[in-house]
């Protein structure tokens, strides 16, 4: 194989890594947003979309390093807005929809448990950008699961309401979080790269830490012998469209159009 | 204070001081720590921004208004945003602190000290408009993400937290 062959697999394998991670946060971050004005109360509202302004933050500047590695003429908004669905690699749990209050913070605290883990790893990456974004992202998302755990553990400990509905959602939203640790082809690429983390080593460490939450948040640990799959393949499930639709429609409507 | 550890020449100085974080108006870019590198090269002056969270819409307008200020002096600004190393709170420098406090921000804690006082545990935060230490966690999140909303319990004026980042 050619030396030239090589780097060109290896950049696609690196674009789709990236984007591996970085949909996630596009994902969640618009998913958030959608609860701007609509937050229970003040304070969580204004929470809800502070964090996904972070995700967002971080978003951009993954995808401004995947355009840069891309070898088009991308920008930052092209990868964010004008992708078809089957290309967006973002895990289903984030997809899922602001049901309740429960659900959006049992959504945000089994994604937190694992996006702090990740970027834990991926701080020492020897790929600068990376490690970079990272290592800012650290400082944000532990902020993010202080915030979702202390919620779980609210409302789980709460009153009767309260933990029936966190229980609804954390019996709901269990099924989305093997997928995680579900190594892509990018991602094995890039491990064997040294670049990309193995996900699935750190699974064990992720379930005794959400496992430890729920029983002081006085809930049942799910013990679902089912699990859903397919979001990081790009297959979705019935939500992702709605979302695609919302985030790209100016863009679809107007190309190019901006603030 | 590690602005020093930042490169900024020093015929800059008075023009970088003019522009402000436009969320903390009385801070200027240069009390923040935002500026990690300033230098001019062939009538050319490079600038690096760090921004202070990944998702800071005051990053895009900062930016602007750099090369806005070096363009009405006759000079090209451009503007890098780099992410490395992370801006740290350590970065304020005192005279920023001190602006902080006036303006009615209190200004971040210790590292320990702020978890505790964030998780609700001990009353640190001391209220920008009495100085008493009788305050409360009213929100973790404040009106931005660099920000939590607190409450004095003596004078019972609500106030902004500059949340400590390491």
């Known amino acids: 194989?050619?030396?030239?062959?090589?780097?060109?697999?290896?950049?696609?394998?690196?674009?789709?890594?990236?984007?591996?991670?970085?949909?996630?946060?596009?994902?969640?971050?618009?998913?958030?947003?959608?609860?701007?004005?609509?937050?229970?109360?003040?304070?969580?509202?204004?929470?809800?979309?502070?964090?996904s302004l972070d995700l967002l933050g971080q978003t951009r500047s993954y995808y401004q390093y995947a355009a840069k590695i891309s070898g088009e003429s991308k920008t930052e908004d092209d990868i964010a807005f004008l992708r078809i669905e089957r290309e967006y690699k973002n895990c289903l749990l984030v997809e899922q929809p602001n049901t309740h209050f429960g659900y959006v913070i049992g959504r945000q605290f089994l994604f937190d448990v694992y996006h702090l883990m990740l970027m834990e790893k991926l701080q020492n990456s020897p790929d600068e950008n990376l490690a970079a974004i990272a290592k800012k992202g650290i400082k944000e998302v532990s902020y993010h699961k202080r915030f979702s755990s202390d919620w779980v553990k609210r409302l789980g400990d709460g009153t009767e309401e309260s933990n029936t509905k966190m229980q609804e959602a954390i019996d709901d939203l269990w099924r989305y979080t093997d997928e995680l640790f579900l190594m892509?082809?990018?991602?094995?690429?890039?491990?064997?790269?040294?670049?990309?983390?193995?996900?699935?080593?750190?699974?064990?460490?992720?379930?005794?830490?959400?496992?430890?939450?729920?029983?002081?948040?006085?809930?049942?640990?799910?013990?679902?012998k089912y699990f859903a799959k397919g979001g990081k393949e790009g297959v979705h499930t019935e939500h992702m469209g709605y979302i695609l639709a919302d985030l790209q429609y100016m863009q679809r409507t107007y190309p190019?159009?901006?603030? | 204070m590690l602005t020093e550890a930042a490169h900024i020449e020093k015929h800059l100085i008075p023009v970088l001081k003019t522009v402000s974080?436009?969320?903390?108006?009385?801070?200027?870019?240069?009390?923040?720590?935002?500026?990690?590198?300033?230098?001019?090269?062939?009538?050319?002056?490079?600038?690096k921004l760090t921004p202070t969270y990944s998702g800071c819409p005051a990053m895009d307008v900062i930016g602007d208004d750099l090369k806005k200020a070096f363009s009405e002096i006759g000079k090209k600004a451009e503007v890098e945003l780099i992410l490395s190393p992370a801006w740290s709170t350590d970065w304020i420098s005192e005279e920023g602190l001190k602006k902080m406090e006036e303006y009615g921000i209190a200004r971040p804690l210790s590292e320990t000290a702020d978890k505790d006082v964030l998780l609700g545990e001990k009353k640190l935060v001391k209220c920008p408009q009495c100085g008493s230490t009788n305050t409360h966690l009213v929100s973790q999140f404040g009106s931005t993400a660099c920000k939590a909303l607190f409450k004095c319990d003596d004078c019972q004026e609500p106030f902004d937290y500059f949340k400590c980042l390491k």
């Open chain 1, 1 to 51: 194989m050619n030396k030239e062959l090589t780097d060109s697999r290896l950049l696609g394998n690196l674009y789709n890594y990236i984007l591996t991670i970085a949909d996630n946060s596009l994902i969640l971050a618009q998913r958030l947003g959608e609860l701007c004005g609509h937050g229970p109360s003040l304070e969580t509202d204004i929470a809800l979309t502070n964090i």
């Open chain 1, 184 to 224: 892509t082809e990018a991602e094995n690429a890039m491990v064997k790269e040294s670049i990309g983390i193995d996900v699935s080593s750190f699974k064990v460490k992720y379930y005794k830490e959400v496992s430890e939450v729920l029983k002081e948040a006085t809930l049942i640990i799910p013990e679902n």
């Open chain 1, 256 to 259: 190019n159009m901006s603030w």
């Open chain 2, 21 to 47: 974080d436009p969320e903390i108006p009385v801070l200027s870019v240069l009390d923040l720590g935002v500026i990690r590198e300033a230098i001019e090269e062939n009538g050319i002056v490079h600038i």
